[in-house]
């Protein structure tokens, strides 16, 4: 996720960086982050982090069995979801939700009011 935003980042920092160019590359990042969130992302990731704890023998956690908070939850949050709800939808899909929500608020108005 973050490599998509940070090229984005690094593209609209350039000085010599046109407006048309600019907004390709935000409709690019924008996409990219979409077929991430419809679950092209999702396996690649998943790999990604299970072969980094593999290789440092940190535990990797089972994404099929029931999730339990390490504090007491509110009242029904999470009442017998798994690992997977946590991590995939609250936390992979929920920040890139987040990004896409800040690209449209920022480069929709931008638009608009040229």
Avoid at 61 to 78: H, K
Avoid at 80 to 95: D, I, S, T, W
């Amino acid at each position: 996720i973050f490599e998509y935003t940070d090229d984005l980042s690094r593209a609209l920092q350039k000085k010599d960086q046109d407006i048309v160019n600019a907004m390709e590359i935000v409709d690019l990042t924008k996409l990219h982050l979409q077929c991430l969130r419809e679950d092209e992302g999702w396996n690649d990731f998943l790999q990604n982090v299970t072969s980094f704890c593999v290789k440092h023998k940190i535990k990797v956690v089972d994404t099929e069995a029931p999730y339990y908070p390490a504090r007491r939850p509110r009242r029904g949050f999470f009442n017998g979801a798994k690992n997977y709800q946590l991590f995939k939808v609250e936390m992979f899909v929920g920040v890139i939700d987040r990004q896409l929500q800040e690209l449209n608020a920022r480069f929709f108005k931008s638009i608009q009011s040229t």
